[in-house]
T-cell receptor, first 115, second 115 residues
Framework: SAVISQKPSRDICQRGTSLTIQCQVDSQVTMMFWYRQQPGQSLTLIATANQGSEATYESGFVIDKFPISRPNLTFSTLTVSNMSPEDSSIYLC????????????FGEGSRLTVL | DAKTTQPNSMESNEEEPVHLPCNHSTISGTDYIHWYRQLPSQGPEYVIHGLTSNVNNRMASLAIAEDRKSSTLILHRATLRDAAVYYCILRDPRTFSGGYNKLIFGAGTRLAVHP
């Protein structure tokens, strides 16, 4: 299995500020995925991040609000910009350790509360 | 993406078998059937996947209907630790549209296990 570390594990933020979530994987992976899980809801895919190229965003998510970096094959960041209380969610990073298997590994998530 | 339908919730007693159903009547010939589960306060974890034949691993068994329009995840002896939300997801490994290999989560089935 892949070991995925996310930081911070949780944070309380003020409205209007931005927060960057880090995702570190213990081995090189091609694709990294960022999901959001709002309270009591299922997971929603935000974007797919491939090293060396722009992230691909799902419908309803835009780069200005959720900029993503993927500087190398083991690391990615997701920034939640200009936060509002509606952004209070768990943000999860995931990777596909063996390509084309569909077996995703997930981090523990970053729980953000926006006041 | 082809959709899946699962019951919102199910209950089981400890040490009894559990059969979690999933309907996917619009499944295509190349869609794999994946199951993930999410334990409380954790990221999702992979359980099992299959294409046509029934599959077994250390966690569970996957029974796939002959017409592939439905499948059943089988936990042979439920434990308290199996209480989680179980997600049935279809994925076509040939898909490449920027979001290669992405998994789209539905609402899932919340399984409660009673002592």
């Amino acid at each position: 299995s892949a070991v995925i570390s996310q930081k911070p594990s949780r944070d309380i933020c003020q409205r209007g500020t931005s927060l960057t979530i880090q995702c570190q994987v213990d081995s090189q992976v091609t694709m990294m995925f960022w999901y959001r899980q709002q309270p009591g809801q299922s997971l929603t895919l935000i974007a797919t991040a491939n090293q060396g190229s722009e992230a691909t965003y799902e419908s309803g998510f835009v780069i200005d609000k959720f900029p993503i970096s993927r500087p190398n094959l083991t690391f990615s960041t997701l920034t939640v910009s200009n936060m509002s209380p509606e952004d209070s969610s768990i943000y999860l990073c995931s990777v596909e350790r063996w390509e084309n298997t569909g077996e995703l590994f997930f981090g523990e998530g970053s729980r953000l509360t926006v006041l | 993406d082809a959709k899946t339908t699962q019951p919102n919730s199910m209950e089981s007693n400890e040490e009894e078998p559990v059969h979690l159903p999933c309907n996917h009547s619009t499944i295509s010939g190349t869609d794999y059937i994946h199951w993930y589960r999410q334990l409380p306060s954790q990221g999702p974890e992979y359980v099992i996947h299959g294409l046509t034949s029934n599959v077994n691993n250390r966690m569970a068994s996957l029974a796939i209907a002959e017409d592939r329009k439905s499948s059943t995840l089988i936990l042979h002896r439920a434990t308290l630790r199996d209480a989680a939300v179980y997600y049935c997801i279809l994925r076509d490994p040939r898909t490449f549209s920027g979001g290669y290999n992405k998994l789209i989560f539905g609402a899932g089935t919340r399984l409660a296990v009673h002592p």
